[in-house]
């Protein structure tokens, strides 16, 4: 009979890297995740760098300018030997999108435009607006030096002509009620040979800017109608 005392070797133990996995949690050898961590590591970094290149040829893309796109032209005033280039890119739009150049070619005929650029006064701006019946209009602003009232042509984009003119500097008539006296310019209303004529005054330099009604500009300091002027102030 076999003796109870000899030694039975008892089941193997289970290796410890066994355990040690079952610990980790995730069943693999510890050098092959370190292995996979790092290939993983590497790919994202690819994965971004191709993402970050993608994104750098699509921003330019959208902010180069394609080469068919035709540049804004530049439109000449043009009076016996003047000629005064106007580059209708430079000119500003305010208020919603209008066709600069159509409303610069239009504005070019009329003579108000002449007078005001050949006394040295530039077009600043192109404003879009709506009139009190809703209807849309553009205002082509010229302005002088600096400090200087501003002076608006009104144009007409469908009917392709233009439309009245103001000077935007305040109206003062004088009086006791007239109120205080405007410290840099004012314009008054003066009705003379049936015409209503607006006056612009400069206060800086105490004298007439401007002599204009609501379609033409009869005077323009320095020299622009000083003639008519001249005669005007003589005969009272």
Known sequence: MPSLNHDVQPPAAAP??????????????????????????????????????????????CTSTPENVTPAPVLHYERGDVLIPINTSKIPVRGFDANVTEVIETLLADQRAGALLEGGWK??????????????????????????????????????????????????????????????????????????WIYVFDHHNDRVVMVYNETTIFYLYPSYGREWYESVEASG
């Open 123 to 196: 077009i600043v701006s192109v404003r879009t607006g709506f009139d009190y019946d809703l209807k849309t209009h553009v205002d082509v602003e010229f302005r002088s030096d600096e400090p200087s009232p501003s002076f608006f042509i009104e144009v007409d984009e469908q009917k392709g002509h233009t439309g009245w003119g103001r000077c935007n500097v305040p109206r003062w008539l004088g009086g006791p009620f007239a109120g205080p006296y405007p410290e840099n310019y004012h314009q008054n209303w003066t009705p003379r040979r049936g015409v209503d």
């Open 16 to 61: 410890a890297r066994i355990g040690y996995y079952r610990r980790a949690g995730t069943g693999q050898n510890p050098s092959r995740a370190r292995l996979h961590t790092r290939g993983e590591s590497r790919m994202r970094q690819t994965l971004a760098l191709l993402a970050a290149l993608l994104l750098l040829a699509f921003g330019a893309g």
